[in-house]
Protein backbone atom coordinates (compact mmCIF):
# COMPACT_ATOMS: atom_id res chain seq x y z
CA UNK A 1 0.00 0.00 0.00
CA UNK A 2 1.30 3.51 -1.16
CA UNK A 3 2.48 6.05 1.73
CA UNK A 4 -0.01 8.39 0.34
CA UNK A 5 -3.05 5.74 -0.16
CA UNK A 6 -4.19 4.98 3.50
CA UNK A 7 -6.23 1.55 3.80
CA UNK A 8 -8.74 1.39 6.31
CA UNK A 9 -9.73 2.41 10.40
CA UNK A 10 -10.82 0.62 13.45
CA UNK A 11 -14.23 -0.52 13.71
CA UNK A 12 -15.41 2.12 16.03
CA UNK A 13 -15.33 5.57 13.78
CA UNK A 14 -17.34 8.69 15.40
CA UNK A 15 -19.32 10.93 14.20
CA UNK A 16 -17.45 15.06 13.40
CA UNK A 17 -18.52 18.02 12.76
CA UNK A 18 -17.36 20.52 9.83
CA UNK A 19 -15.40 23.36 10.21
CA UNK A 20 -18.45 25.41 9.21
CA UNK A 21 -20.54 24.63 11.61
CA UNK A 22 -18.10 25.72 13.79
CA UNK A 23 -16.79 28.88 11.99
CA UNK A 24 -20.55 29.92 11.91
CA UNK A 25 -20.68 28.90 16.06
CA UNK A 26 -18.07 31.89 16.82
CA UNK A 27 -18.84 34.78 13.97
CA UNK A 28 -20.58 36.65 16.52
CA UNK A 29 -17.67 36.70 19.03
CA UNK A 30 -15.17 39.03 19.58
CA UNK A 31 -11.52 38.20 18.82
CA UNK A 32 -11.01 37.30 22.89
CA UNK A 33 -13.90 35.46 23.12
CA UNK A 34 -13.52 33.33 20.20
CA UNK A 35 -10.47 32.18 21.61
CA UNK A 36 -11.72 31.51 25.01
CA UNK A 37 -14.39 29.11 23.67
CA UNK A 38 -12.18 27.32 21.49
CA UNK A 39 -9.69 26.83 24.00
CA UNK A 40 -12.61 25.42 26.05
CA UNK A 41 -13.33 22.85 23.52
CA UNK A 42 -9.60 22.41 22.44
CA UNK A 43 -10.53 23.09 19.07
CA UNK A 44 -6.51 25.15 17.70
CA UNK A 45 -7.55 28.53 16.23
CA UNK A 46 -5.83 27.99 13.00
CA UNK A 47 -8.03 25.23 11.97
CA UNK A 48 -10.84 28.06 11.49
CA UNK A 49 -9.06 29.04 8.75
CA UNK A 50 -8.95 25.52 6.97
CA UNK A 51 -12.58 24.59 5.85
CA UNK A 52 -12.13 21.25 4.61
CA UNK A 53 -11.28 20.38 8.54
CA UNK A 54 -13.61 18.59 11.12
CA UNK A 55 -13.65 18.40 14.83
CA UNK A 56 -15.36 15.35 16.86
CA UNK A 57 -18.78 15.69 18.01
CA UNK A 58 -17.37 16.13 21.47
CA UNK A 59 -15.22 19.04 20.41
CA UNK A 60 -18.39 20.60 18.92
CA UNK A 61 -20.78 19.86 21.80
CA UNK A 62 -18.44 21.24 24.11
CA UNK A 63 -18.11 24.30 21.95
CA UNK A 64 -21.68 24.80 21.82
CA UNK A 65 -21.77 25.09 25.63
CA UNK A 66 -19.34 27.55 25.57
CA UNK A 67 -20.56 29.85 23.16
CA UNK A 68 -23.78 29.41 25.15
CA UNK A 69 -22.37 30.27 28.89
CA UNK A 70 -19.99 33.24 26.69
CA UNK A 71 -23.12 35.15 24.71
CA UNK A 72 -26.21 33.59 27.71
CA UNK A 73 -27.46 32.60 24.15
CA UNK A 74 -28.22 29.05 22.96
CA UNK A 75 -28.69 30.37 19.37
CA UNK A 76 -25.35 31.34 19.22
CA UNK A 77 -26.37 35.44 19.25
CA UNK A 78 -28.35 35.04 15.36
CA UNK A 79 -31.35 36.75 16.73
CA UNK A 80 -32.18 39.93 17.60
CA UNK A 81 -33.28 38.50 20.88
CA UNK A 82 -31.23 36.34 22.67
CA UNK A 83 -32.29 32.36 23.42
CA UNK A 84 -30.95 32.77 27.24
CA UNK A 85 -29.60 29.49 28.61
CA UNK A 86 -32.18 26.90 29.79
CA UNK A 87 -34.75 27.59 27.17
CA UNK A 88 -34.28 24.93 25.48
CA UNK A 89 -34.39 22.76 28.11
CA UNK A 90 -37.34 24.54 29.60
CA UNK A 91 -39.64 23.99 26.24
CA UNK A 92 -38.80 20.49 26.24
CA UNK A 93 -39.88 20.09 29.49
CA UNK A 94 -43.35 22.06 28.47
CA UNK A 95 -43.88 20.11 25.48
CA UNK A 96 -43.78 16.67 27.65
CA UNK A 97 -47.96 17.23 28.46
CA UNK A 98 -48.55 16.70 24.30
CA UNK A 99 -50.36 14.30 23.30
CA UNK A 100 -49.26 13.68 19.59
CA UNK A 101 -46.77 15.00 17.73
CA UNK A 102 -48.78 17.40 16.27
CA UNK A 103 -49.59 19.07 19.36
CA UNK A 104 -45.94 18.92 20.76
CA UNK A 105 -44.86 20.76 17.05
CA UNK A 106 -47.27 23.50 17.21
CA UNK A 107 -46.68 23.99 20.49
CA UNK A 108 -42.44 24.44 20.53
CA UNK A 109 -43.21 26.17 17.10
CA UNK A 110 -45.03 28.63 19.55
CA UNK A 111 -42.13 28.43 21.90
CA UNK A 112 -39.80 29.12 19.28
CA UNK A 113 -41.80 32.14 18.61
CA UNK A 114 -41.56 33.54 22.17
CA UNK A 115 -37.83 32.75 22.12
CA UNK A 116 -36.65 34.20 19.34
CA UNK A 117 -37.81 37.55 17.27
CA UNK A 118 -36.42 37.10 13.66
CA UNK A 119 -37.00 33.52 12.61
CA UNK A 120 -39.49 31.26 13.09
CA UNK A 121 -41.65 27.82 11.83
CA UNK A 122 -45.32 27.37 10.82
CA UNK A 123 -46.55 23.78 10.26
CA UNK A 124 -48.74 23.54 7.53
CA UNK A 125 -50.55 20.14 5.45
CA UNK A 126 -50.68 19.41 1.85
CA UNK A 127 -51.80 16.11 0.75
CA UNK A 128 -49.68 13.10 2.85
CA UNK A 129 -47.14 15.65 3.47
CA UNK A 130 -46.71 17.32 6.72
CA UNK A 131 -44.47 20.50 6.29
CA UNK A 132 -42.55 22.86 8.68
CA UNK A 133 -41.40 25.97 7.18
CA UNK A 134 -39.53 28.59 8.13
CA UNK A 135 -39.85 32.45 8.23
CA UNK A 136 -36.67 34.63 8.09
CA UNK A 137 -35.71 38.05 8.53
CA UNK A 138 -31.86 37.23 9.88
CA UNK A 139 -29.03 39.17 7.72
CA UNK A 140 -26.65 38.98 6.20
CA UNK A 141 -26.93 35.79 4.39
CA UNK A 142 -24.54 33.38 5.80
CA UNK A 143 -25.69 33.64 9.33
CA UNK A 144 -29.65 33.77 7.56
CA UNK A 145 -28.33 30.02 7.08
CA UNK A 146 -26.61 29.10 9.97
CA UNK A 147 -29.58 30.15 11.66
CA UNK A 148 -32.03 27.81 9.23
CA UNK A 149 -29.75 24.69 10.51
CA UNK A 150 -29.41 25.73 13.78
CA UNK A 151 -33.49 25.95 14.16
CA UNK A 152 -34.38 22.41 12.02
CA UNK A 153 -31.86 20.07 14.18
CA UNK A 154 -33.46 22.09 17.28
CA UNK A 155 -36.62 20.98 16.73
CA UNK A 156 -36.21 17.67 14.21
CA UNK A 157 -33.76 16.54 17.00
CA UNK A 158 -36.49 17.31 19.79
CA UNK A 159 -39.51 15.86 18.15
CA UNK A 160 -37.38 12.66 17.36
CA UNK A 161 -36.76 12.16 20.95
CA UNK A 162 -40.31 12.87 22.05
CA UNK A 163 -41.37 9.94 19.72
CA UNK A 164 -38.58 7.65 20.30
CA UNK A 165 -38.14 7.36 16.46
CA UNK A 166 -36.37 9.22 13.62
CA UNK A 167 -38.70 11.31 11.58
CA UNK A 168 -37.87 10.63 8.25
CA UNK A 169 -37.59 13.63 6.59
CA UNK A 170 -39.09 12.98 2.63
CA UNK A 171 -37.39 16.50 1.39
CA UNK A 172 -35.35 19.35 3.12
CA UNK A 173 -35.26 22.66 0.88
CA UNK A 174 -33.55 25.60 1.96
CA UNK A 175 -34.05 28.94 0.52
CA UNK A 176 -30.33 29.48 -0.25
CA UNK A 177 -27.77 28.52 -3.03
CA UNK A 178 -26.24 24.89 -2.53
CA UNK A 179 -23.07 25.87 0.12
CA UNK A 180 -19.88 24.05 -0.18
CA UNK A 181 -20.85 21.88 3.35
CA UNK A 182 -24.24 20.39 1.53
CA UNK A 183 -23.28 17.39 2.00
CA UNK A 184 -23.40 17.04 5.88
CA UNK A 185 -27.34 17.59 5.11
CA UNK A 186 -27.41 14.15 3.71
CA UNK A 187 -26.58 12.86 7.29
CA UNK A 188 -28.11 15.57 9.38
CA UNK A 189 -31.29 16.00 8.02
CA UNK A 190 -31.83 13.41 4.16
CA UNK A 191 -30.49 12.55 1.31
CA UNK A 192 -33.57 14.48 -0.70
CA UNK A 193 -32.37 18.18 -0.65
CA UNK A 194 -32.97 21.28 -2.99
CA UNK A 195 -31.87 24.49 -3.21
CA UNK A 196 -33.15 28.28 -3.98
CA UNK A 197 -36.69 27.34 -2.76
CA UNK A 198 -38.49 30.21 -2.27
CA UNK A 199 -38.14 28.84 2.08
CA UNK A 200 -36.40 26.69 4.06
CA UNK A 201 -39.04 23.66 4.80
CA UNK A 202 -38.94 20.51 5.62
CA UNK A 203 -41.41 17.69 4.81
CA UNK A 204 -42.57 14.09 6.14
CA UNK A 205 -45.62 11.98 6.39
CA UNK A 206 -48.44 13.52 8.02
CA UNK A 207 -49.19 9.94 9.31
CA UNK A 208 -46.43 10.56 12.17
CA UNK A 209 -48.30 13.24 13.29
CA UNK A 210 -50.60 11.02 14.76
CA UNK A 211 -47.14 9.37 16.45
CA UNK A 212 -47.54 9.61 20.53
CA UNK A 213 -45.21 11.66 22.83
CA UNK A 214 -44.02 8.61 24.77
CA UNK A 215 -40.90 10.97 27.08
CA UNK A 216 -41.64 11.82 30.53
CA UNK A 217 -39.78 13.86 33.15
CA UNK A 218 -36.98 10.91 33.77
CA UNK A 219 -36.14 10.57 30.52
CA UNK A 220 -35.93 13.94 29.73
CA UNK A 221 -33.12 14.55 32.16
CA UNK A 222 -31.20 11.61 30.49
CA UNK A 223 -32.06 13.68 27.24
CA UNK A 224 -30.70 17.10 28.97
CA UNK A 225 -27.65 16.00 30.29
CA UNK A 226 -26.27 14.22 27.01
CA UNK A 227 -27.11 17.71 25.03
CA UNK A 228 -26.61 18.98 22.85
CA UNK A 229 -25.11 15.50 21.23
CA UNK A 230 -28.88 13.92 22.11
CA UNK A 231 -30.31 17.07 19.73
CA UNK A 232 -27.80 17.09 16.86
CA UNK A 233 -26.16 13.40 16.56
CA UNK A 234 -28.74 10.97 17.73
CA UNK A 235 -30.83 10.33 15.56
CA UNK A 236 -28.81 11.06 11.94
CA UNK A 237 -30.52 10.23 8.62
CA UNK A 238 -28.68 6.17 8.37
CA UNK A 239 -30.86 5.51 5.26
CA UNK A 240 -28.41 7.20 2.73
CA UNK A 241 -26.22 5.90 0.65
CA UNK A 242 -23.35 7.71 2.08
CA UNK A 243 -24.72 6.86 5.47
CA UNK A 244 -24.99 2.70 4.24
CA UNK A 245 -21.57 2.71 2.70
CA UNK A 246 -19.76 4.29 6.15
CA UNK A 247 -21.32 1.61 7.97
CA UNK A 248 -20.45 -0.50 5.74
CA UNK A 249 -16.23 0.53 5.81
CA UNK A 250 -16.58 0.99 9.84
CA UNK A 251 -17.58 -2.69 10.30
CA UNK A 252 -15.01 -4.12 7.66
CA UNK A 253 -13.28 -6.81 9.33
CA UNK A 254 -11.22 -7.43 6.75
CA UNK A 255 -7.56 -9.05 6.61
CA UNK A 256 -5.04 -6.52 5.26
CA UNK A 257 -1.36 -6.34 5.76
CA UNK A 258 -0.09 -5.86 9.62
CA UNK A 259 -4.06 -6.15 10.89
CA UNK A 260 -5.43 -3.05 8.78
CA UNK A 261 -8.34 -3.59 7.20
CA UNK A 262 -8.45 -3.14 3.31
CA UNK A 263 -11.48 -1.84 1.51
CA UNK A 264 -13.26 -3.26 -1.38
CA UNK A 265 -13.41 -1.36 -4.39
CA UNK A 266 -16.41 0.64 -4.99
CA UNK A 267 -17.21 -2.68 -7.98
CA UNK A 268 -17.23 -5.15 -5.39
CA UNK A 269 -19.46 -2.59 -2.84
CA UNK A 270 -22.07 -2.31 -6.22
CA UNK A 271 -22.62 -6.11 -6.17
CA UNK A 272 -23.08 -6.19 -2.79
CA UNK A 273 -25.84 -3.71 -2.52
CA UNK A 274 -27.29 -5.23 -6.23
CA UNK A 275 -26.85 -1.86 -7.91
CA UNK A 276 -24.64 -0.95 -11.05
CA UNK A 277 -21.49 0.36 -10.02
CA UNK A 278 -22.40 3.37 -12.21
CA UNK A 279 -25.93 4.16 -10.52
CA UNK A 280 -24.11 3.98 -6.80
CA UNK A 281 -21.57 6.78 -8.19
CA UNK A 282 -24.50 8.94 -9.56
CA UNK A 283 -26.91 8.34 -6.27
CA UNK A 284 -22.87 9.40 -4.36
CA UNK A 285 -22.74 12.17 -6.29
CA UNK A 286 -26.24 13.26 -5.94
CA UNK A 287 -25.95 13.12 -2.33
CA UNK A 288 -22.66 15.60 -2.95
CA UNK A 289 -19.75 13.03 -2.53
CA UNK A 290 -18.02 10.16 -4.26
CA UNK A 291 -17.00 7.19 -2.60
CA UNK A 292 -13.06 8.43 -2.38
CA UNK A 293 -14.48 10.88 -0.32
CA UNK A 294 -16.33 8.58 2.30
CA UNK A 295 -13.22 6.79 2.39
CA UNK A 296 -11.20 10.18 3.00
CA UNK A 297 -13.56 11.08 5.28
CA UNK A 298 -13.83 7.67 7.59
CA UNK A 299 -9.48 8.26 7.82
CA UNK A 300 -10.08 11.83 9.33
CA UNK A 301 -12.72 10.52 12.00
CA UNK A 302 -10.64 7.94 12.91
CA UNK A 303 -7.42 10.24 13.24
CA UNK A 304 -9.27 12.63 15.15
CA UNK A 305 -10.84 9.86 17.67
CA UNK A 306 -7.43 8.08 17.58
CA UNK A 307 -5.48 11.45 18.92
CA UNK A 308 -7.83 11.59 21.64
CA UNK A 309 -6.60 8.03 22.99
CA UNK A 310 -2.95 8.77 24.89
CA UNK A 311 -2.00 4.99 24.89
CA UNK A 312 -1.57 5.53 21.09
CA UNK A 313 1.61 7.16 19.73
CA UNK A 314 1.00 9.00 16.76
CA UNK A 315 3.14 6.63 14.43
CA UNK A 316 1.17 4.26 16.10
CA UNK A 317 -1.89 5.79 14.65
CA UNK A 318 -0.33 5.98 11.65
CA UNK A 319 0.25 2.33 11.21
CA UNK A 320 -3.54 1.90 11.99
CA UNK A 321 -4.55 4.39 9.86
CA UNK A 322 -2.99 2.62 6.98
CA UNK A 323 0.00 4.64 6.47
CA UNK A 324 3.56 3.12 5.56
CA UNK A 325 4.94 6.11 7.30
CA UNK A 326 4.46 8.82 9.88
CA UNK A 327 5.20 11.89 7.80
CA UNK A 328 2.71 10.61 5.60
CA UNK A 329 -0.15 10.77 7.78
CA UNK A 330 1.27 14.22 9.51
CA UNK A 331 0.95 15.59 6.07
CA UNK A 332 -2.26 14.35 5.27
CA UNK A 333 -3.64 15.84 8.94
CA UNK A 334 -2.16 19.25 8.09
CA UNK A 335 -4.14 18.48 4.90
CA UNK A 336 -7.48 17.71 6.58
CA UNK A 337 -7.39 19.90 9.57
CA UNK A 338 -5.00 22.74 8.85
CA UNK A 339 -2.69 21.80 12.06
CA UNK A 340 -0.59 18.94 13.05
CA UNK A 341 -1.44 16.21 14.73
CA UNK A 342 0.80 16.63 17.57
CA UNK A 343 -0.84 20.25 18.21
CA UNK A 344 -4.39 18.55 17.96
CA UNK A 345 -3.38 15.93 20.46
CA UNK A 346 -2.05 19.02 22.75
CA UNK A 347 -5.07 20.86 22.58
CA UNK A 348 -7.16 18.15 23.28
CA UNK A 349 -5.34 16.99 26.25
CA UNK A 350 -5.90 20.34 27.58
CA UNK A 351 -9.73 20.47 27.59
CA UNK A 352 -11.60 18.89 31.03
CA UNK A 353 -14.86 17.25 31.17
CA UNK A 354 -18.12 19.05 31.19
CA UNK A 355 -20.30 19.20 34.34
CA UNK A 356 -23.82 18.67 34.46
CA UNK A 357 -24.18 22.16 35.69
CA UNK A 358 -22.48 23.32 32.31
CA UNK A 359 -24.97 21.62 29.94
CA UNK A 360 -26.39 23.93 27.20
CA UNK A 361 -30.14 22.63 28.51
CA UNK A 362 -29.65 23.45 32.04
CA UNK A 363 -33.15 24.86 33.55
CA UNK A 364 -33.31 28.17 35.24
Known amino acids: MAADQPGSTSRTVPNTVSMHFVVSAVARLDPQACLRVLDCAGIPSEMLAA ?54 LRQILRGMTVLLDHIGGALELEADSAILRLHSRIEPAAARLFADETFLVLVHGLICWLTGQRITLTEVAFAHHRPAHAGEYTLMFSEHLRFDASATSVRFDARLLRAPVIQTNASLREFLRTAPQSVFLKYRNQDSWTARLRRRLRDDGGNGAEGVPEWPVLDDLAREFNVAPATLRRRLDAEGTSYQGIKDALRRDAAIEHLGNRALSIAEISRLLGFQEPSAFHRAFKRWNGVQPGEYRLRLARVSGVGPQDRLTQSP
Open 51 to 104: PQARVSADAFAALWLAVAREMDDEFFGLDARRMKVGSFAMLARAVLASDTLERA
